[in-house]
Structure formats: C-alpha cells, structure tokens
C-alpha cells in the first residue's frame, strides 16, 4: 500500500497503543503483583522458591527475548506489517497460560507438584508466549512513526494503558478475591482463580484492539532490515553491541533498577495494605489515585520534554521518588492515610520516569542506527524488554527472599516482627533502585536533549536520501 493511501498517525493508532500495553500488564502485572502473594498464601509454597523459578526464567528470557527480536528483522513483512500480525497470533495463548498459573484447586497436590506446575506454567506463559506478543509490540512503535513527536505520544499512552490496568487491578482484586476473616484481611484462593480468568479475556478483547487500531506506515528497509554482512551475527553479535553501545547499556541498567523499585512497590503493596495497615480499602483507593497521577503527568509529557528533555525529566523523576521513600522509612506513619500520601508523591516522580521509558529506547535506536550503520528495531528493543524481566525477577527474588528471611508465612503474617519487616522492605527497597536510576541516567547515559535533537536532524537527512 502507497503512503498516500495510509491514514495518517493520529489518534486511533494512541488509543490502539494504549489497548496494547493494556493487554499486556493484565498478565504481567498479575504476576508481578499477586504470583508470589497466590503461591505463599494460597498454594502453601516458600516465598524463595517462587523468587527462585522467576529468576530461573529470566535466563531462559535471555535467548527467547532475543531469538524473537531476531525473529522479527529478519521476517518479510505481510499485509498488516511485521509486527501487528504477531499481536493476533499470540493473544490467546499468552491468556491462557496466564490463567492456568493461578489454579487454586491444586492448592492440597503434593508440594514437587506444585513447584513443577508453577515452573512450567510460569515459563510458558513469560518466556515463551509473552515474550511472542511483547516484543512485536514493542517494535511496533518504530513502525508506526517515524516522528519523535509521535513516539513520545506512544509511550504516554502507552503508560497510560499500562497504569489503567493497574488500576482495574487494584481496585477489582481486592474487592473480589479477599475477604475479613477474624478482622484479618486474607486472600481466597477460587475467588483470586475467577479473577485471573476475568483478566485473561480482558487482555485478549485488548490485543485484538490494539490490532485493529494501529497501522504500520514506515518502510520496512527503514525499520530493520538488516544488511546481509550482518545476517549471521545471531545472539554474539547481540551481546556485543550491546557491551560497546553506551546509551543502551546504561538505559537498560536504569530500567532494571526502575523495575526493581517499581515492582517492589506493587508486590509489597498487597503486604502492607494488609498485614501492616489492616486495611484492603486503602489498597483499592491507591489504584485510583495512582490513575489521577498518570493522567496528570501524561498530560504534561510533552511539554516538560520540549523544554527540558527525557533525560533530564528522568533524573529529577527518580530524585522525587527516592526522597519520599526515605523520609516515610524514617518517620514511620502509623496512619495509614500518611503512608498513602508519601506513596503518591513518590508514585509522581516514578510516573515521570515511566512515561520517558518507552521514548528513550526509541532514542536509543536512533542512536544505535547512527553508530552502527543499520536500524534494528525488533533485536535492540528485545534487549531491552530482557532488562525488564530482569528488574521483574530480581524484584521477586529480592522479595521473596526478604519476606522468608523475615520469617513471612501465611501463619505468621500478622506477627509484630514480620509486620515491621514488611514496611522495611516496602521503603528501602524502592528508596535505593530509584537512587541508582538518577545515578545512572546522570552520569551514564549519553543522550540529553541537546544530543537527541541532533541525532533525529541527522537520520532525517539520511532517510531523505534513502
């Protein structure tokens, strides 16, 4: 098709972006939020082994996150380009084995059993059908626009997306899957099963949306096509660039340790809502005032990156959030409406980081195509989305291991010693990733808005030529 036959970028292709990610975190932060919660309060298992199979995973994400992005620049595009036909493909398998990680019914099975089901399933469902649909969507940004404009408008919404299903989830989980037993606040293992299966037609409704929605306009030699000199380079030649590109090494080490905060957040969450504070209502508020938070600081995206740039929003971002986890660490509120507002403060600076996080890779891209000579959307943003799962794992790892050191069982989750390890945790944990951030994407990370600026001038000119 000609470009003059394409409709041009516009809103639809947002509001299908959005629906994308939407899709997305409806199994992804699922998992982040509720797998470890599920398997140590539902399923009987240790909170280490589960933080030990998330992080086993990760190394198998190594080689499918990266086969997929290979996948995807070498692929001929079709019809609906490279990219979208993977979303339609993948959508139903990616539900499904989303779902069948929570089956409380196998709750009584012998504990090998349980272990094996939850490794098997939770591999299939995050390095294999996960990783099929989340790396094509990812890429997928480069080939809707080629304008850095558009792309900053693609990665507030999707933050957008990715938030609303935080919300849906904050506040539908709590009020379908727990309950007052005893004045304790408890999850109920075949109430949380229905929901799981809510969410996994929800992301699949999401998906098809997102399919339908956007469309992909630029040429494809100008979004991955790969020389042939380069064709045999496979995972090596990967992990090479990626130990000589300074931007994308330091933006993969920002995001992990964004991830390790953010995802401590989340898990921690359903612990000191709780068990700290008694109180699930205020769990459901904290998912609507984090909504009001995005929608205000997507609403300000935009401009703050025209004047000031994505790095340098990033750093004063992270700045914010560090600061707030560590005075609350250090005056200890006992009301639970103080530890909320600290929350929510922090959650701004965390909003304004997120929102850049999606246009910063395309950054990275374009830097990389200047280095290197080629453009190769699909491998370097596979890269990236391995960082991601890595800042997943090592924040239920670190969790995991923190609560069972603390002593947390479904026995002991009320006791005064493991309740004020639980706030610790909750504190400290994201006070230090979101200090390494700032440190990083100061010192590390190559592209202010002086260099961006110049950069998207210089491809301009080269693809003009094309």
């Known amino acids: 098709m000609s470009e003059k036959q394409l409709r041009p970028f516009g ?127 990812g890429s997928m940004a480069s080939a809707i626009s080629n304008k850095p404009e558009d792309r900053q408008s693609l990665s507030t919404f999707r933050t957008v997306g990715g938030t609303l299903s935080g919300v849906f989830m904050g506040i539908l989980v709590p009020m379908i899957a727990f309950e007052t037993v005893n004045g ?67 933006v993969i080490a920002a995001m992990l340790f964004m991830l390790l905060a953010q995802l401590t957040i989340q898990g921690m969450n359903n612990y000191v809502y709780p068990n700290v504070y008694n109180n699930a209502g205020a769990l459901s508020l904290s998912s609507l005032l984090i909504l009001a938070v995005v929608l205000v600081c997507a609403a300000f995206a935009k401009p703050l990156t025209k004047r000031f740039g994505r790095k340098e929003i990033s750093i004063a971002g992270s700045v914010l959030a560090a600061v707030c986890y560590g005075i609350c660490f250090l005056i200890r509120p006992s009301n639970v409406w103080v530890y909320l507002a600290f929350a929510m403060i922090a959650y701004i600076g965390l909003m304004l980081f997120s929102i850049m996080s999606w246009a910063l890779i395309t950054d990275v891209i374009d830097y990389s195509e200047i280095r290197n000579g080629i453009r190769e959307d699909g491998t370097i943003y596979s890269v990236y989305s391995f960082s991601r799962k890595l800042g997943q794992a090592a924040s239920a790892g670190l969790v995991g291991g923190l609560l069972s050191l603390a002593g947390y069982t479904a026995e002991t989750a009320f006791d005064t010693g493991v309740v004020n390890a639980i706030f610790d945790i909750s504190c400290i944990v994201p006070a230090i990733g979101f200090i390494a951030v700032a440190l990083i994407m100061g010192l590390a990370y190559p592209l202010n808005k002086k260099r961006v600026d110049e950069n998207v001038k210089i491809l301009a000119e080269k693809h003009s030529n094309d």
């Open 11 to 137: 809103m639809k292709d947002k509001m299908g972006y959005l629906l994308g990610d939407l899709g997305n975190d409806l199994t992804f932060i699922l998992s982040s939020s509720y797998l470890m919660k599920f398997y140590t309060d539902i399923m009987g298992v240790p909170a280490a082994i589960v933080g030990v199979i998330m992080m086993i995973a990760r190394f198998v994400d190594a080689f499918t996150d990266v086969t997929m992005g290979r996948i995807c620049d070498k692929g001929q595009p079709t019809k609906a380009g490279k990219f979208r036909p993977w979303i339609r493909r993948m959508c139903g398998p990616v539900a499904v084995a989303s779902f069948l990680m929570y089956q409380s019914s196998l709750s009584g099975m012998p504990m090998p059993f349980k272990v094996g089901y939850l490794f098997v399933t939770y591999i299939l469902w995050g390095s294999v059908f996960y990783t099929s649909i989340n790396i094509p969507y």
């Open 184 to 250: 304790q606040t408890v999850l109920v293992g075949s109430k949380f099963t229905v929901a799981a299966g809510i969410f996994s037609v929800l992301a699949i409704l999401c998906y098809l949306g997102c399919y339908a929605l956007t469309l992909e306009r630029v040429k494809p030699q100008q979004i991955g096509q790969l020389p042939k000199e380069s064709a045999g380079t496979g995972f090596f030649g990967v992990l090479k660039s990626l130990f000589t590109n300074r931007a994308l090494l330091s």
